[in-house]
T-cell receptor
């Protein structure tokens, strides 16, 4: 199957700072990538759909100015959590589709102090 | 219309037993139904998937049963092993829309006792 990587795997930051998370498709080109957020013992919540070369589509209730998404190439999408606060602490996961399957990255654990 | 309901929320099975997880969907436009397995601190990994033109698909110890008229599908894990202990998510999508975004069930935490 296809491989999706994320970096970093975990990050701790101070409240008010910004954090960038990278999502890469390693062996295929991804015109569309998805960003999810997952709280402990809960399901994955779709935050936004990242489209290469165009603006991301955000789900209702997700602040686009707080969660900046850039999909500048066919293998890289980035999620920047701006002015992070403790309530942004979560597990962030990206995915991308190859053939009919969505492949997920390993996730990024964000802890905001 | 976009919901996928999953049950049970948690499941405890003895080693060698059969684990059964059920999902029901509302949107008849869904045409792709994958199951994902997730271990703590990891991203979900595709386990098995089915399309509505077949009623059953088996891969090793994992089987999906699909009932189109009832809008239900289930995952059966035969000969469950302690290594199968994880959270399982069913999902559904419809091709051609929004890059085939997935709608997930709530998840089932499976524990297989040795």
């Amino acid at each position: 199957g296809a491989v999706v990587s994320q970096h970093p795997s975990r990050v701790i930051c101070k409240s008010g700072t910004s954090v960038k998370i990278e999502c890469r498709s390693l062996d295929f080109q991804a015109t569309t990538m998805f960003w999810y957020r997952q709280f402990p013992k809960q399901s994955l919540m779709l935050m936004a759909t990242s489209n290469e070369g165009s603006k991301a589509t955000y789900e209702q209730g997700v602040e686009k100015d707080k969660f900046l998404i850039n999909h500048a190439s066919l293998t890289l999408s980035t999620l920047t959590v701006t002015s992070a606060h403790p309530e942004d602490s979560s597990f962030y996961i990206c995915s991308s589709r190859w053939t009919e399957t969505q492949y997920f990255g390993p996730g990024t654990r964000l802890l905001v102090l | 219309q976009q919901q996928v309901k999953q049950s049970p929320q948690s499941l405890i099975v003895q080693k060698g037993g059969i684990s059964i997880i059920n999902c029901a969907y509302e949107n008849t436009a869904f045409d792709y139904f994958p199951w994902y397995q997730q271990f703590p601190g990891k991203g979900p990994a595709l386990l098995i998937a089915i399309r509505p033109d077949v009623s059953e698909k088996k891969e090793g110890r994992f089987t999906i049963s699909f009932n189109k008229s009832a809008k239900q599908f289930s995952l059966h894990i035969m000969d469950s092993q302690p290594g199968d202990s994880a959270t399982y998510f069913c999902a559904a999508s419809k091709d051609g829309t929004s890059g085939s975004r997935l709608t997930f069930g709530e998840g089932t935490q499976l524990t297989v006792n040795p």
